[in-house]
Each structure stands twice: as C-alpha cells, then as structure tokens.
C-alpha cells in the first residue's frame, strides 16, 4: 500500500527527519486558516497516490492565506491520472540550495534493500540513471547489519552528498524497517539555505503482508475507485476489474493470468481477474461468481480451476450455491481438473442448468467461453 | 536422482500439528515422502497417527535432526512465526527449508534467507507449493497423483501453472517440480533451478514457467544462453494483464515496460527457449523436442 505524501512525512517527523511545516484539509476555506497559520505563503500540494502531480498541475504556490484558499479550491477534486484529490497539504516553503535523491527499495534480484542515491535530486531518477548512470549511486544493504552510520557515509559518500545527510540515512532506514515498508523515498532531499537537510517530498510504499503487525495504516482497501472491486474487496476476494466481455474465474495468480491470455488469444477480452485462491471453500466460489455476474459488461463466464488444494466439488458446490440466489442469464462454463475433479463435473451434472456448460480442458473452455461471448 | 528431493530425503514438517500441516502431512506420506517428524515446542514429545504410519512430534528442528537424521524441512507454521521457524532450522543446519507460509512480511523474508544463506541452507519459497519428485518424495502441497516420474524438470513461480502443466505433460512425467513462489524474495530462483536441473542426470529437458513483474525470467533467459546446454521449453503468463496492478502474487505486478509478459517471451525466445503461447501449447511443444532428440 502507498501512503498518501502526509503520511509519509508524518513517519520521517516521527523518526526525526527535518520536513517543512504543514497540515493537510479537504477544505479551501480551512487551506486559508493554515496558511495563515503557516505565515501566509505556503506551497498546495494535491495528496494522491500517483507521480508527476506537479506536472498535471497538482501543486501551487500562494502568496498568501486568500490565494492559498484559492488555489486549494483549484486543485481539490482534480484528476490526476484516474485519481481523484480529495485532500491538499499546505507546507511552508524552504529555500532551496541543493536537491538530492535518497530511496531505499526492495531489490529482488539481490534479495535484499538497496539504497539509491544522488546529489542530482528534484527531478526525474529514472531520467538521470538512464542519461548519467554515474550520477547514481547504488549501495546494498546487508540484511543482517542494516544501515549503521558507517554504511549510510559509504552511500552518502558513493553519491557525493555531504556529511549531515548521513543521519537522514541512518532514519529512513529505521522508518523503513519500523514500518515495514517495501520503498522509502525522498526525493527532493533537500539542503536549505540555513544549512539544514530537509525531507520535501516523500513516498512510502508499505508491505501488505505486514498489516498483521501494523495495524495503524489500515489495510489500503478504500483505494478501489470500481465499485465491483470495492464489492470484491469487501468479501476477501482477489478481483481487478477489466474492459472486456469475457468474465473469468480460477484458482492461483497464475493460472488467472494464464486464463486471460488464452480467452485473448481466442480472440475476446477478459471482463476481469479473479483468483478465488488455494483450498477456496464453495463460499468463497459462489460469492466471486455473484461479483462476477453483476458485472453488465460480462456476456459469458469462465470458470476454470485445476485442483491443487482447491477441491472441484467445493468449487461446483459454490457455482450452485450461486446459481441459487442470482438468476443466471449468460451462459457459463466449467472446466474442472485436478483434486476431486469428477465428483465436481458430477455436481454440476445433477444440476442440470441450461446455461451451464463443462468443457475438459483449459484451451476448449476458453474457446467456447469467448465464442459465447462474442456470437451475438 | 531429480534435485534438491529424492526419496532418500527424510523431511522434519514445521507446524505439522496445525489444519493445514495434518491435511498436508497425510498427502506428503500419501506420495511416498519419508516424513520423519513435525516440530511444535509446544507439543513436543507427542506423536501423531497418520493412517498406518506414526510421527514424533520434536521441540524444535535442532532436536528432529538429531533424532533423526532429517535434511529438509517444510515451513507451515504462520506469518508471524516464520522468520523464526525457518531461522531455526537454518541454525540447525537443515540442507533444505521449504517455506509454503504465504503472507510473510518481505523484511522477514529477507532476513531469513539471507541468515540460511550464511549457514548452508537452502531455502525454497515462501508463498509456495514446494517441490515433487514424482514417484520419490514431495515436499509441500502440489498434488502428486495427476503426473508421474520421467525425465522433465519444472521450475515455475505459480503453483497452479505448475500443475496445469504437470497434469499436460502427466503421460511423459518429471524428474523434479519446484514451484519458487511469487513474493517479490524468493529463496532459490528460476536460475538455481536451471543450473540444478542442467546438472541432474535425470533431467532431459526443462520446462520454465513465469509470469509479470520483476526481470528473474530475463536474467533466467540470459543464465539459459550462457549456460544451459538442455533444451529449454518456457511459458509466461500475463500478456493481458493491465500495467500498475498487482494481480494476485506480490511479484505479479508490473509498472512500466521492463516486466512485461512480451519482455519475457523475447528474452528467452533470443536465448533459443521455445515459449508457448497456451500451457497446452507449451505441453506440445515439449512432446516435439523430446521426440525431435529420440
């Protein structure tokens, strides 16, 4: 899950990390309040989870509390790249003498964090890795030892910052392993005019895996804009959203992945991913096929679960289980293998529905599922 | 011989007295795997009936070794304690840790494998099926009725995928499965199968499954060229998936060009792997090159 820029620099503050001033509103009016709290000229940043905000006109500079009221009207309820700004955070303005980059980031390859540093800060990283490799530093971590003050003057002095950065080091690192988050950034990391090292902007990507131990964020679950997904999401249930017309179901990411690909390749589009999981439980199968169903723009319905763990009379008991409540008036089809497989074609058998169909394998199921959907 | 689990492998199961750990003792006995023990301090001393066959049930990895001569532990025990779990064995000097655990948080991942590196062990996982020598041992849940023993070896980061595959291919059977899982840090990747698999006399060809995100097919593909001489036959799954979401494993996910399905599927065409486009097509694919070398 990605933190919001004022949560992100909520933790560097908790952690001792200078940050400019500021305080976030959903309200113009109370922008105004802030800002002359502030000292009346204060820079409006548009809080969302998503980059290049302040090329899409997501930050303003007012001179003062009237236009600071102003622009925050301006910039709440923009759209940035599909998400809408329903918060601003007023900070004070630094000034600015130098601007460097700092990240630490999961490296999967390695296995383990590595820092990222340059004294070429402020704009694009990706821009400078790629036009000036040398102008940025990659430094791994080691797991065990983690960011002591002698690694973080190793990073700092492979990436040319001075020496007051190396603090800085050593706490993003402690927010990093604290928080149990999988990016720490900031970029611009920088060095003001009174000589101190300040944090301007910031991105924390926390691990979803350790929610069970940080509670304090939440789970992310309200960033789901589509209301299927956010009806998906409030049942335990791992679906994306897509923009075609075949609707599809399996069991492991995978598997789902490798479902969309061959109804693609059969030429129709997937209505969406849905991974009802391993050892899915007929509960779990009847409420992903509710949620599928609702979908208007789903015209047929695959199913398609090789049984690892996952039972295929459970799964056949979920689809009737289904079928019971919601009216089915698009066809569906079935193909079953694996654990308990002809118990499961059994099942849907004896149901007997005329719009339920079974297919023996994946590719003949995906051919029939998009041939359905596309015959009108 | 297949890698890393043979039926010479005496197996310790952590957390074998929970829902999970008894359904999948039973079926790991079931295939033929030698379990010698499960592992609860706080159950140790006990045992527990499975059909014919009774397991001791030890304090801790270093004890269940001891008692013995176990090599290879299979990790169910929860989020919360696998970093200590699997820490432990590591301690113990286990050879293999199969990390099925799913939901570990990345940091403890990340410690725990870099700890068992130190000490020898290899870890597979987490967020994994485990692996299956067909007709010798299984190590985790994949199914082991729905292929059989032959001269394939599989690696792939999907546990269904896998078993869509060994399930395809189940009339000509495998050396070795291993599913590697799909966190973003896994213990032993596409490449340490690759070369394991490269080194089995028992192994014909190789079959490579991945998926979006990261670039381990990439580096795989380039580990193929410089130093797999076996042929390979690959499969990657995510040419529909949007750019920005994650689709169900924590490395399926991808932003950008680098990691994309296509990347994938060019990296290792330019490497000389065949790569299907359906896995049924991928299973035919591998039935040519093997009947291509007879």
Redesign the interface.
């Known amino acids: 899950m990605d933190l919001y820029e004022h949560q992100a620099r909520e933790l560097f503050e908790e952690h001792g990390i200078v940050v400019p001033r500021a305080e976030v509103t959903d309200s113009p009016r109370q922008a105004r309040e802030i800002a002359r709290r502030l000292g009346g000229r204060v820079v409006v940043k548009a809080q969302v989870r998503t980059g290049g905000r302040g090329k899409a006109g997501g930050v303003g500079l007012a001179a003062d509390p009237a236009a600071a009221e102003l622009t925050a009207r301006r910039i709440l309820g923009m759209d940035i790249k599909g998400h809408t700004v329903g918060t601003v955070m007023l900070a004070q303005p630094v000034d600015i003498e130098e601007e460097f980059y700092v990240s630490y980031v999961?490296d999967?390859?390695a296995?383990?964090?590595l820092a990222i540093a340059s004294a070429e800060g402020g704009m694009d990283i990706e821009e400078v890795a790629a036009t000036r490799p040398e102008a940025v530093a990659r430094v791994p971590v080691?797991?065990?030892e983690g960011v002591t003050s002698a690694t973080a003057a190793r990073i700092a002095e492979a990436a040319g910052l001075p020496p007051q950065t190396v603090d800085v080091l050593v706490r993003l690192w402690e927010v990093l392993?604290r928080e149990?988050a999988?990016l720490v950034e900031v970029n611009p990391l920088a060095r003001t005019r009174d000589g101190r090292i300040t944090a301007l902007d910031g991105k924390v990507t926390l691990?979803?895996?350790?929610t069970?131990?940080q509670a304090r964020w939440g789970t992310g679950h309200s960033t789901h804009h589509d209301p299927l997904e956010a009806a998906a999401a409030a049942k335990g249930i791992?679906y994306?959203k897509?923009d075609g017309e075949v609707g599809i179901i399996?069991?492991?990411?995978?598997?789902?992945?490798?479902t969309?690909?061959?109804?693609?390749?059969c030429g129709a589009?997937?209505a969406n991913?849905l991974?009802i999981g391993?050892g899915a439980s007929a509960q779990v199968m009847a409420d992903g096929l509710s949620v599928v169903l609702s979908d208007p723009s789903v015209k047929s319905v695959l199913v398609n679960v090789?049984?690892?763990?996952t039972a295929c009379d459970a799964v056949a008991d979920g689809i009737v289980r289904a079928l019971d409540t919601v009216r089915l008036t698009k066809p569906l089809v079935v193909r079953l293998?694996?654990?308990n497989a002809a118990r499961g074609r059994a099942v849907l058998d004896a149901y007997a529905h005329p719009l339920v169909e079974q297919a023996t394998?994946?590719?003949g199921a995906?051919e029939r599922a998009a041939r359905l959907a596309t015959t009108p | 011989m297949a890698i890393h689990l043979t039926k010479e492998s005496k197996v310790l199961v952590q957390g074998m007295t929970g829902g999970e750990g008894m359904k999948h003792t039973r079926r790991m006995l079931a295939a033929g795997t030698d379990v010698v023990g499960g592992v609860n301090p706080r159950k140790a001393g006990r045992s527990v009936d499975f059909d014919d066959r009774r397991v001791p049930v030890f304090g801790s990895v270093a004890e269940g070794m001891d008692a013995t001569g176990a090599d290879v532990t299979v990790v169910f025990v929860p989020p919360a304690f696998a970093k200590y779990a699997v820490t432990e064995a590591a301690d113990a000097g286990i050879g293999l840790a199969v990390v099925i655990t799913e939901g570990i948080p990345v940091h403890d991942s990340v410690a725990f494998i870099a700890h068992a590196r130190t000490r020898g062990t290899r870890v597979i996982g987490p967020n994994c099926p485990g692996l299956i020598s067909p007709g010798q041992s299984n190590a985790g849940i994949i199914p082991a009725d729905i292929t059989k023993p032959g001269r394939i070896g599989l690696v792939s980061k999907s546990g269904t995928l896998t078993y869509q595959l060994m399930y395809e291919l189940r009339d000509t059977g495998f050396s070795t499965c291993v599913g590697i899982g799909g966190d973003p840090v896994v213990g032993t990747t596409h490449i340490d199968c690759l070369a394991a698999f490269q080194d089995d006399p028992d192994t014909d060809l190789i079959v490579l499954i991945g998926e979006i995100g990261g670039d381990a097919e990439e580096r795989a593909a380039a580990y193929v060229r410089d130093h797999v001489t076996k042929p390979v036959v690959g499969y990657i799954a995510g040419f529909t998936a949007p750019e920005g979401r994650t689709m169900g494993h924590a490395g399926a996910i991808v932003s950008g060009s680098s990691g994309t399905a296509q990347a994938k599927k060019e990296a290792l065409e330019a490497a000389g792997v065949r790569v299907g486009d359906t896995p049924t097509e991928t299973a035919r694919q591998v039935l040519a090159v093997l009947n291509a070398s007879r």
């Open positions: 999961l999967r390859a296995g383990c964090f080691d797991p065990a392993v149990d999988l691990d979803d895996n350790a069970f131990r791992d994306v897509l399996g069991n492991g990411a995978g598997l789902v992945m490798s969309l690909d061959v109804v693609a390749g589009r997937p991913f991974d391993g090789f049984g690892g763990i293998d694996g654990n394998t994946m590719d995906a």
